[in-house]
């Protein structure tokens, strides 16, 4: 069964800490994507790649870290940097594989609720 | 710059239809899409629309696309109270380019 899946659902970060949560598609797409939600505001770009080894900054990048070391894997690192971390983090593919079969159709995790203690 | 505009709440009765309205600002986004999100879930993918058409239809969806005045619109008909949700519009210059967001409209279903 091809998807997304993001893990862990929920995640509590202590003050000072570094987390990463963790986002694997099984699509075989090439371009990964991170988006941040709060409440009223959207979904925001933290970061994007587009092909493995190679990723770029998105509107709110600060206070982050990817890697895209291969092709299905696209861990987001939230640093102690990020000071306002709470949020649902969502993480997207997009290539030709998926439920609509059209090329480069962007397709989502389920997400994962982070808190800070 | 680019902005994706909608409207936050829209209330309707059950078995009527509704209609989602979404104004963008990029004349060279290629792709247009509607997203739902079902509380504490993430995004799931309705339907979308390239800059070339006027109408899809989808059983129960269909989009609306002006590109003169960069509009989008849904509308389901025969809303269900399990089409209550928060429904995104989005664009995107290529498939594959990160998507602009709307906020969100907020459909609630009176059974």
């Known amino acids: 069964d091809g998807g997304i899946t993001q893990s862990p659902k929920y995640l509590f970060r202590k003050e000072g800490q570094n987390v990463t949560l963790s986002c694997e598609q099984n699509l075989n797409h090439d371009a990964m994507y991170w988006y941040r939600q709060d409440p009223g505001q959207g979904l925001r770009l933290i970061y994007y790649s587009q092909i493995v080894n190679d990723f770029q900054k998105g509107d709110i990048a600060e206070g982050y870290s990817v890697s895209r070391e291969k092709k299905e894997s696209f861990p987001l690192t939230v640093t102690s940097a990020q000071k306002n971390p709470t949020a649902f983090y969502l993480c997207a593919s997009a290539g030709t594989g998926g439920t609509f079969g059209a090329k480069n159709i962007q397709y989502f995790g389920a997400g994962t609720r982070l808190s800070v203690l | 710059g680019e902005d994706v505009e909608q409207s936050l709440f829209l209330s309707v009765r059950e078995g009527d239809s509704s209609v989602i309205n979404c104004t963008y600002t990029?004349?060279?986004?290629?792709?247009l899409y509607w997203y739902k999100q079902e509380p504490g879930a993430g995004l799931q993918l309705l339907t979308y629309?390239?800059?070339?058409?006027d109408m899809k239809q989808d059983q129960r969806l269909t989009v609306l696309l002006n590109k003169k005045d960069k509009h989008l619109s849904l509308r389901i008909a025969d809303t269900q109270t399990g089409d209550s949700a928060i429904y995104f519009c989005?664009?995107?210059?290529?498939?594959?380019?990160?998507?602009?967001f709307g906020k969100g409209t907020r459909l609630s279903v009176i059974a």
């Open positions: 629309i390239f800059s070339n058409m």
């Open positions: 989005a664009e995107s210059f290529s498939g594959n380019t990160p998507l602009v």
């Open positions: 990029d004349s060279s986004s290629t792709y």
